[in-house]
């Protein structure tokens, strides 16, 4: 079609789809899952010595994301049997500076989120990250779906939604474009990599099917070697 930088139709189309297929009011494409992050704990309005729980085995991003805006990432161990955050030890951890949770769902096993949000009745037929006020998604190769690299911030909530999109387009001001309106940076998926995550989605309920079918044969296969703890 031509058009090959950001803010092209394929990139508003992604960005509605992915919202309908989470059950969320607004998505915003980025350039990856790391910029997601960054976006996320600034738009939550995040201050320099506030805490921010993120597990001890997960990708750098969290951390970084955390100590960008100058504040302080607090490690909680994780569980051996799915690798995710120990909930048990969550509240261990709180304190009067705690302002988040990075809650990251690792190697496909969803945490238990009726015990961090609880809210067992709503849970069971929301899809991992649909809960919190935002949640972040990464598409790089290895992911569910991937755009090459991209990544997608989704909320229900207006005003974090247009800072979210303000954040990833540099802050250009409304009434003047260029007295920006804060420190943001250039975190805009492109119209190409939108097209490509709009043809994956179509495929996702296959691609999580393979995905559990090729979990289980590595699970079945390795249960029993001695070698494995």
Not at 187 to 214: E, H, W
Request: charged fraction near 25%; charge should be positive; hydrophobic fraction near 35%.
């Amino acid at each position: 079609k031509g058009w090959v930088s950001s803010n092209g139709p394929e990139v508003l189309k992604f960005e509605d789809a992915f919202a309908k297929f989470l059950n969320k009011k607004y998505c915003i494409s980025v350039s990856s899952g790391t910029a997601a992050l960054e976006i996320a704990v600034k738009a939550l309005n995040i201050k320099k010595n506030d805490e921010i729980i993120i597990p001890n085995f997960t990708i750098i991003s969290n951390a970084l994301a955390v100590i960008k805006q100058g504040a302080k990432p607090v490690l909680v161990d994780s569980d051996l049997n799915t690798w995710n955050i120990k909930i048990d030890e969550i509240e261990k951890k709180i304190t009067k500076r705690t302002k988040a949770i990075i809650a990251t769902h690792i190697y496909n096993f969803p945490i238990d989120m009726d015990r961090i949000l609880k809210i067992c009745k709503k849970y069971k037929k929301k899809r991992c990250g649909s809960f919190g006020d935002i949640s972040t998604f990464s598409f790089y190769a290895n992911k569910q779906i991937t755009t090459g690299e991209g990544g997608m911030l989704a909320t229900n909530n207006l005003k974090l939604y247009k800072k979210c999109c303000s954040l990833r387009n540099l802050c250009f001001g409304k009434k003047n474009r260029f007295n920006h309106d804060d420190i943001g940076w250039n975190y805009r998926m492109s119209n190409i990599q939108a097209a490509l995550g709009l043809s994956q989605l179509k495929n996702i309920k296959s691609i999580v099917k393979k995905k559990f079918f090729t979990g289980n044969e590595y699970y079945q296969r390795l249960k029993n070697n001695k070698n494995l703890l």
